[in-house]
């Protein structure tokens, strides 16, 4: 990728600056067994960078129960999800932030560059919190504030409304292939966090934020 000076840098939350995905899949697969059918990683790597309720919908496929609940069941359902997946992320702590991360946010304070999340998890404040990161974000979007999931493109385009920047300045930061798409549907550079095998649509894959550090103009 060129060395171009974004004017924006928006990442994602889960995988990206913090492995909360394993809370989601342990809570998930609490509900699969709860409704009698086995969940596995392999099927919840579709769920990464989905709504809640988005996330619902490809559980109850993987367990072939489709069109069997009402939408009060399933929110019922997506609901108890969520009470498992806080459970769980009370007890985060600040060192759970993946390394590099701080570095990356720092160099990017120094070039002038605007910090953005835009995570579907209704949860970002929470985690961010317990994370001590929150005041490095010039704006936080997450899925409190957007009606349209990943691979839409409306957190992003919200992000760059809020710091009023052309969606062509900003670099996202994605784990999740409905992340990369959203970011390009929005007309932004897409960096995956992952290897290609997994995320061949991204303009960059890199192990790690801090990875891109090179890059900076």
């Given at each position: 990728m060129e060395n171009i000076q974004y004017k924006c840098a928006i990442f994602d939350l889960d995988g990206v600056l913090v492995d909360t995905a394993k809370y989601h899949y342990l809570a998930w697969k609490s509900l699969a067994q709860e409704l009698r059918f086995a969940f596995t990683l392999q099927q919840n790597e579709a769920l990464k960078g989905v709504s809640r309720m988005k996330s619902l919908e490809l559980l109850l496929g993987f367990g072939g129960l489709s069109g069997l609940f009402s939408q009060e069941e399933k929110e019922q359902m997506a609901e108890k999800k969520n009470r498992l997946y806080v459970e769980k992320i009370m007890c985060l702590k600040k060192d759970e932030l993946f390394p590099g991360v701080l570095d990356f946010f720092r160099h990017l304070k120094e070039k002038g560059i605007k910090i953005a999340l835009g995570s579907?998890?209704?949860?970002?404040?929470?985690?961010?919190?317990?994370?001590?990161?929150?005041?490095?974000?010039?704006?936080?979007?997450?899925?409190?504030?957007?009606?349209?999931?990943?691979?839409?493109?409306?957190?992003?385009?919200?992000?760059?409304?809020?710091?009023?920047?052309p969606c062509e300045s900003c670099i996202v930061f994605e784990d999740s292939t409905a992340g990369l798409k959203a970011a390009k549907q929005a007309g932004m550079k897409a960096v995956g966090i992952g290897t290609p095998k997994n995320l061949p649509m991204a303009d960059l894959v890199i192990a790690s934020v801090d990875q891109y550090i090179p890059y900076l103009a």
């Open positions: 579907a998890s209704k949860n970002a404040p929470l985690i961010l919190g317990r994370l001590e990161i929150s005041g490095y974000f010039d704006t936080i979007v997450d899925g409190s504030q957007v009606s349209k999931a990943k691979p839409d493109p409306e957190v992003f385009i919200w992000a760059a409304q809020n710091l009023n920047i």
